[in-house]
């Protein structure tokens, strides 16, 4: 289950299945599938995630940032998107999901806060979370988008993205570096109208009505508080699900708002960044 510390892996009941043939298909490259799809089944996931390549930046601190990039086919200039992992680090479903960001015309960036450590207990996710050190976090991050920006098939408009554990993280590193949009899937958004004021980009967030942590008290103190700091590029999409409800993986899976989400969320980034 999640929580606001994070989130569990109780499987759903159902999951959304695809034919043997498809599942074939697929692996060899030969058929797209949607990606409620791919992040459901542990092997799609898999293979999507392999058509990322790793990256590494060099920090200030002298050691070194791992990520996983998905580039689109094509010359561009292409716009370019941050990944914030979950709490349980950056997993296959992760890298799935770079590469259809990456399918759909974006330079995607899945970064590591865990340092190639992932976990599959909560436990062991609570751990690795609680062992990130900010301060190296959001080095890590905006460096990342700084290297984003000037990649050479980039068209220097950067966003991102994070659920979660990352979707905090999604606003913190918005907060500490200029970026061009920020999408928070049920993030931890508790934070003053001070800390707010460095935002300059546009802020989309995605919440459950029937989330317990991330509830309608904490969101509705965010947006007095982007209110306050004079940041009105706000949207706030509310669905009546609970938290973690577009990871297929998860026991509060709901299918329905995650496809429209997802949507939402696919408008945004080429409202603000462009592509496609």
Partial sequence: ????????????????????????RFLKGMLALPLAVVLADPLLAQA???????????????????????????????????????????????KAVAAELAEQGFIALAVDLYGGKVADTREGAMALKNAVDPAVATSTL?????????????????????????????????????????????????????????????????????????????VGSFERAMAKAGKDQLQIHWYVADHAFANPTGARYDEENAALSWSRSLAFLHQHLGGL
């Avoid at 979660?164 to 500490?176: I, K, Q």
Wanted: aromatic share 8%; net charge negative.
């Fill in 142 to 218: 905006t460096g990342w988008i700084d290297w984003l920006r000037q990649h050479e098939l980039s068209n220097g408009r950067v966003g991102t993205l994070g659920w979660c554990f990352g979707g905090g993280w999604s606003l913190d590193a918005s907060l500490a570096t200029p970026v061009d949009a920020t999408i928070i899937y049920y993030g931890n958004v508790r934070r003053t109208p001070e800390q707010l004021a460095s935002l300059q980009g546009p802020v989309q967030g995605h919440f459950g009505t029937l989330d317990k942590s991330i509830d309608e008290e904490m």
């Fill in 48 to 94: 999507a995630g392999q058509r990322t390549q790793k990256v590494e930046l060099p920090l200030s601190t002298g050691s070194e940032a791992g990520a996983h990039l998905a580039i689109p086919e094509g010359e561009g200039p292409f716009p370019a998107v941050v990944l914030i992992h979950e709490w349980w680090g950056l997993n296959d479903q992760i």
């Fill in 1 to 24: 289950m999640c929580d606001i510390k994070g989130c569990g892996s109780k499987p759903v009941a159902e999951l959304p299945t695809i034919s043997i043939e498809q599942r074939r």
